[in-house]
């Protein structure tokens, strides 16, 4: 019940396009959905994030869609660029324990 | 304004030796978190701590494992008679105390773990 399922595992996009990743999870009482870009080498670093009181959020070409009956929430990005390479993790919180729960990634290859 | 510092980015050790690692909270932030990513695996919880106290420890295994984020200096992850199956990345992770500290926390860059 702890789990988020991440897809897909890996994702290759051509530059301009439109990058999708989906996450489901099943614990109702996570209240707090952030995504996390990771470049080699690197810690993740927040990208953006939901609350299940919204149904969609934006940022610049980011786009967080969430689906609260469905218990699902995906990560668009408009206009892939090569810079966007790196692998993506959603993760789920219920922000009266603290601890994030991640997915198991994505790897996302922009081809120029 | 650094951001969470840790240190060492990369520590090799032998089967048997202690790993001792080290993590500086953002200035201002007053809660840590240790997280294990295993090649290709996404980031587990390992545990949560405030000043002087373990908050959260369930993702921390049994043995050989220890925390601890004293009043003064650095929180560090302990482990002790490492495997080869210890081998991984290491993050540490703060917030800010209060309700700041459910929305979001800063990563630092790691320390790449290597038991040989």
């Known amino acids: 019940q702890q789990q988020v399922k991440q897809s897909p595992q890996s994702l290759i996009v051509q530059k301009g396009g439109i990058s999708i990743i989906n996450c489901a999870y099943e614990?109702?009482?996570?209240?707090?959905f952030p995504w996390y870009q990771q470049f080699p080498g690197k810690g993740p670093a927040l990208l953006i994030a939901i609350r299940p009181d919204v149904s969609e959020k934006k940022e610049g070409r980011f786009t967080i869609s969430f689906n609260k009956s469905a218990k699902q929430f995906s990560l668009h990005i408009m206009d892939s660029q090569p810079g966007d390479s790196a692998t993506y993790f959603c993760a789920a919180q219920n922000t009266g324990f603290q601890k994030l729960v991640f997915g198991t990634g994505t790897r996302l290859l922009v081809s120029p | 304004n650094a951001g969470v510092m840790q240190n060492p980015r990369h520590l090799v050790r032998r089967r048997g030796q202690e790993a001792r690692l080290r993590c500086s909270p953002m200035k201002g932030h007053s809660h840590v978190y240790w997280y294990r990513q295993l090649p290709e695996e996404g980031l587990k919880f390992m545990v949560y701590l405030q000043k002087e106290n373990i908050i959260d420890e369930s993702g921390m295994p049994k043995e050989r494992f220890s925390a601890e984020f004293p009043k003064e200096g650095p929180s560090i992850l302990r482990i002790q008679q490492v495997v080869r199956g210890d081998s991984a990345a290491y993050f540490c992770?703060?917030?800010?105390?209060?309700?700041?500290?459910?929305?979001?926390?800063?990563f630092g860059s790691g320390t790449r773990l290597t038991v040989v």
């Open positions: 614990n109702t009482a996570f209240d707090y």
């Open positions: 992770a703060s917030s800010p105390p209060g309700t700041q500290a459910n929305y979001g926390y800063t």
